[in-house]
């Protein structure tokens, strides 16, 4: 499914054009969140980017 609803990151205002702002000329971005999968392979390793840890790589050496 392809989403064409866009919102304006300077004035919050949505739109369907995909380059630009209808009302201010901002730079416009998709302001739905990604897909869940409940079977994410890499969830553990967004997760520990998300912490700032490096708690996988320890996992792997030990």
Request: positive net charge; contains cysteine; hydrophobic residues 25%.
């Amino acid at each position: 499914m392809v989403w064409q609803l866009r919102k304006c990151t300077s004035c919050n205002c949505y739109t369907l054009n995909k380059l630009v702002c209808h009302c201010c000329g901002g730079t416009v971005k998709i302001p739905h969140p990604a897909k869940f999968s409940p079977d994410d392979k890499y969830m553990k390793y967004r997760l520990a980017m998300k912490r700032g840890s490096s708690e996988t790589n320890e996992r792997n050496i030990h």
